[in-house]
């Protein structure tokens, strides 16, 4: 799921970059070090998870299942697809900080990390839903480790 994810986001990223900014693009294309992936292995596979899916995803089900369905012994699907959707935007819109620190917010670069991230974290959340949080970070981490190996070949082809 993870690699699975990161190609999809890669390959949207690349149809993406014309339209983006130059500083972004720029950004996209640094290089990148062994510590910048263990940061976002660690952070993103570790931390991201514990916040998004086991804080708010969990905490957007309970919320519904007792204020929608008073009585009935577990979630429904639908309530857990709709915390599913509502995480990923809340993971997408957390991003934004880090982007607006290299440029300034414009509806296309919002609409790129909405869009890429929401993407993640949809798979993430249907495997934490499906499986466990351990599943979640599993995919998290391996989706940075696939970015990290991918973006180098596509930069050796370049």
């Given amino acids: 799921m993870g690699a699975?994810?990161?190609?999809?986001?890669?390959?949207?990223d690349r149809l993406m970059q014309p339209a983006l900014p130059e500083a972004l693009q720029a950004a996209n294309n640094t290089e990148r070090s062994w510590l910048n992936l263990l940061t976002a292995m660690s952070y993103g596979g570790i931390t991201e998870?514990?916040?998004?899916?086991?804080?708010?995803m969990s905490l957007l089900v309970w919320i519904a299942w007792k204020g929608l369905k008073q009585?009935?012994?577990?979630p429904s699907q639908g309530i857990y697809q709709g915390a599913i959707v509502l995480a990923a935007l809340v993971f997408g819109l957390l991003h934004l900080?880090?982007?607006?620190a290299i440029v300034r917010l414009t509806?296309?670069?919002?609409?790129?990390a909405l869009l890429l991230n929401g993407i993640a974290g949809i798979a993430?959340?249907?495997?934490?839903?499906?499986?466990?949080?351990?599943?979640?970070?599993l995919a998290h981490i391996s989706f940075h480790a696939f970015a990290?190996?991918?973006?180098?070949?596509?930069?050796?082809?370049?």
Avoid at 71 to 74: A, I, K, P, R, W
Avoid at 97 to 100: E, K, Y
Wanted: charge should be positive.
């Fill in 124 to 137: 993430f959340g249907w495997l934490f839903w499906q499986y466990s949080l351990e599943a979640a970070m």
């Fill in 49 to 56: 998870e514990i916040l998004m899916r086991w804080g708010l």
């Fill in 148 to 158: 990290f190996v991918l973006n180098g070949l596509l930069a050796k082809l370049a």
């Fill in 4 to 12: 699975a994810a990161t190609i999809i986001v890669l390959l949207l």
């Fill in 107 to 112: 509806p296309v670069v919002i609409i790129r």
């Fill in 71 to 74: 009585g009935v012994t577990l």
């Fill in 97 to 100: 900080p880090a982007t607006a």
